[in-house]
């Protein structure tokens, strides 16, 4: 079964940067559309952003042009990185692939506040 391990959230300042990664046992990240999905209090998780298998990406119109996807197949890692952070995007971060397959990991809590 494939495990999905998110880390690299924290507590930070509007305009300040975060970088989060995800790790997956297995060949997902070469074989499947992999996405960043969050959830903060009191809300739907959302997904807002996504990586296809050959490198394509895309974003949610929240985070267009402040955040970017990545991954690493060799390293079964995908990233995100996460620029000028403001406050509604608080929320606790997980990866799944897209759309959702996978039993959801604990997640990375980010806190946007100054």
């Known amino acids: 079964q494939v495990q999905l391990v998110e880390s690299g959230g924290g507590l930070v300042q509007p305009g300040e940067s975060l970088r989060l990664s995800c790790t997956a046992s297995?060949?997902?990240?070469?074989?499947?559309?992999m996405a960043w999905h969050r959830q903060a209090p009191g809300k739907q998780r959302e997904w807002v952003a996504a990586?296809?298998?050959?490198?394509?990406?895309r974003y949610s119109g929240d985070v267009q042009g402040r955040f970017t996807v990545s991954k690493s197949s060799a390293e079964s890692t995908m990233y995100l990185q996460m620029n000028d952070l403001k406050p509604d995007d608080s929320a606790v971060y997980y990866c799944?692939?897209?759309?959702?397959?996978?039993?959801w990991g604990q997640g990375t809590q980010v806190t946007v506040s100054s």
């Open positions: 799944n692939t897209m759309p959702q397959t996978l039993g």
């Open positions: 297995g060949t997902i990240f070469s074989t499947y559309w």
């Open positions: 990586i296809s298998d050959d490198g394509s990406t």
